[in-house]
């Protein structure tokens, strides 16, 4: 398969300008990378993204996944994926060179990420898992920890995975139940209670698999104040080599309306005997530390939305500039003419030019998310605070955006090609299909939102927020200068105003405890939240494009940098308006319907 699924002149746009990865070798931590080994790394992700990511993106759909008695099948290509990853470096790179890594940037990484995420993202779920939990290790596990797994995660050779959902502990991880009791003063404990939705918690590509997961100790105090951090291995490693069975049995794997080729499993630890697990840290500390594998994660979601969104627009862009249906409006009666090419209907140009909108904005804030990680790594200690919070308040809307409005920007894409759009035959039922967990999983979207309004605006007195706006003004002062854009600089001002209105009318009920209104409609100030970050991308991206322009700069052709500015000017006025309305309806008091008032009218 050849097919565009990203395009990487955005990519190059959007880190080598919008987005600038240069300043970042200034500090020690990167003073080794260049911009030209930007490029080199860049386009081996490419390659290995073309060559074994790409070409299984629909046969790992139709192969599915199949469970036999605590055996999990998986399709057969993933082995040659997660190997061909781990040898290019791209599981374990970000880490420091003494655990095995090459300390790359988040951008680099992140962006490596992404590409995978777009050509194939069920493979890419395998391995960013295994990047994810031995980070974790590395981060807060003893020494003899990181010395007994990391490597061999990094390797490629063991899965890593986490283990958080409990059949009564999903979004409410401080319901968790799963049990740790002390086995000697070495650190390990036994384990015991189920853990469900387990992703790539069992598969044939692995000789092991090491889960981090969340349990209480005995005696730990209720909620999630009392919930530490185990590394617990589906075999015992011992010193010579050997492994030896320590009773993590997978009981079943849960059949998916998408993402068939990633495995969701349901694992039961020390059912009928002792199944060993080793802190991680302190006791009583194991969400704290789990929120770096979490927060990273919903990055990565978000990213992985994008991607599939951005899989979705090259497929339906394609079809249609070469599906040929009915005539220019003006040529309707003129039956003799030619069919047009349905790219030509304002209507399918419509839907394609929110696809774009929505991908290359969600793009864009990746690209800002992972700029602020490697900020909070290597800037000095005085910036590092603002780097976090503006980091933490971005994070839900970088998970949620990509995913809501991925699904509507995807299913777009399946209209454009009709009834073929329906069909097996077209790839775009399995991007729908595919995009349709990125709101659930990681934090459903109504828990992404509550975190953003009930703790993220408000956190150290609303310093994130302030952060927030103004970075955003920033953006907006600089557009003004250009003519062109001063009618979208004043807009974004004036959604942004608008978003601010709304957390001045929200706010009084947060200080008197009325936290039902306070709260119940923070989904939709997350739909407003995320047309404004967007559209402070899209201004962002527009303003860089102009400025190359206008100094002559021909990284990238003419139209390259109009299509930039044009599918700015179409946000500006298809989407961002919505906020409009959004406004209305969080700022409507006197409406006699708020829900979260309403208890009995669902019936
Ligand atoms: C394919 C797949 C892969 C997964 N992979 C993993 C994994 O690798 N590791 C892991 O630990 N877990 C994993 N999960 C679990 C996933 O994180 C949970 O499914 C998710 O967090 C939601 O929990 P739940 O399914 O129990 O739904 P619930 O928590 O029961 O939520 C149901 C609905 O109620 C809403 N809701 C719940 N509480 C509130 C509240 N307080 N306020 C407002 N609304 C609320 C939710 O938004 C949702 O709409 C996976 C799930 C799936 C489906």
Request: proline content about 4%; aromatic content about 10%; some cysteine.
């Amino acid at each position: 398969m050849s097919r565009q699924y990203i395009c990487m002149d955005t990519i190059r746009f959007l880190m080598g300008k919008v987005h600038p990865i240069a300043p970042l070798f200034t500090y020690d931590r990167y003073a080794d990378f260049s911009e030209d080994e930007v490029d080199l790394l860049l386009g081996a992700a490419k390659d290995l993204a073309d060559q074994h990511y790409f070409p299984h993106f629909k046969s790992m759909d139709e192969h599915g996944v199949v469970y036999d008695n605590g055996e999990v099948t998986t399709p057969p290509e993933l082995g040659d994926i997660i190997r061909a990853t781990a040898e290019g470096g791209w599981i374990g790179g970000t880490d420091k060179p003494e655990n095995g890594g090459m300390n790359l940037p988040e951008m680099i990484f992140g962006t490596a990420q992404l590409i995978f995420q777009a050509a194939n993202n069920s493979a890419q779920g395998y391995v960013g898992l295994t990047t994810g939990s031995a980070r974790l290790i590395t981060s807060f596990g003893s020494q003899e920890l990181i010395d007994t797994y990391v490597p061999k995660m990094y390797a490629g050779q063991w899965q890593g995975t986490m283990a958080l959902t409990e059949p009564q502990a999903g979004s409410s991880l401080s319901d968790i139940v799963t049990s740790a009791t002390p086995v000697g003063q070495d650190g390990s404990y036994h384990i015991k209670g189920q853990k469900i939705f387990i992703s790539a918690g069992q598969h044939q590509h692995s000789e092991n698999f090491v889960h981090l997961t969340l349990a209480r100790i005995d005696g730990a105090p209720a909620g999630t104040k009392g919930i530490s951090l185990f590394v617990v291995p589906k075999f015992l490693p011992s010193p010579d080599g050997s492994l030896t069975y320590n009773h993590v049995f997978c009981a079943g794997d849960y059949q998916k309306m998408g993402q068939r080729g990633y495995a969701t499993t349901h694992l039961v630890f020390g059912e009928d005997q002792p199944t060993v697990g080793f802190l991680v840290g302190e006791p009583n500390k194991g969400l704290r530390y789990m929120f770096q594998m979490m927060n990273e994660a919903r990055i990565a979601v978000g990213q992985t939305a994008a991607g599939v969104a951005s899989g979705a627009y090259y497929a339906s862009l394609q079809y249609a500039k070469e599906r040929p249906q009915g005539r220019a409006l003006e040529q309707k009666k003129n039956l003799g003419s030619e069919q047009t090419l349905i790219i030509n209907h304002p209507d399918v140009r419509r839907m394609l030019f929110t696809q774009k909108a929505v991908v290359e904005g969600s793009f864009s804030l990746a690209m800002e998310c992972l700029k602020l990680s490697d900020l909070i790594h290597a800037a000095p200690e005085s910036e590092k605070e603002d780097h976090f919070l503006l980091l933490d308040l971005l994070t839900p809307i970088m998970k949620t955006y990509p995913a809501e409005m991925g699904q509507k920007s995807v299913s777009m894409g399946l209209q454009v090609l009709g009834g073929y759009g329906f069909t097996m035959d077209f790839d775009l039922q399995q991007y729908y299909r595919d995009i349709r967990i990125m709101a659930i999983y990681e934090g459903t979207t109504g828990i992404q939102s509550l975190d953003l309004l009930g703790r993220k605006m408000t956190i150290k007195n609303g310093k994130a927020a302030q952060l927030l706006m103004a970075a955003v003004q920033r953006t907006i002062h600089e557009a003004s200068t250009y003519d062109e854009l001063k009618p979208q600089a004043q807009q974004l001002g004036k959604a942004l105003e608008r978003m601010g209105g709304v957390v001045q009318h929200l706010m009084p009920y947060a200080m008197r405890g009325e936290l039902t209104t306070f709260l119940a409609d923070a989904t939709l100030f997350m739909e407003m939240a995320g047309h404004v970050v967007i559209g402070w991308q899209w201004l962002k991206m527009a303003l860089q494009a102009k400025q190359d322009q206008l100094s002559g700069n021909d990284q990238f052709a003419d139209a390259f940098y109009e299509s930039k500015v044009q599918t700015m000017q179409f946000f500006f006025r298809y989407e961002l308006p919505k906020t409009v309305g959004l406004h209305r309806t969080l700022t409507a008091d006197s409406l006699p319907l708020t829900i979260g008032q309403v208890e009995s009218a669902l019936i």
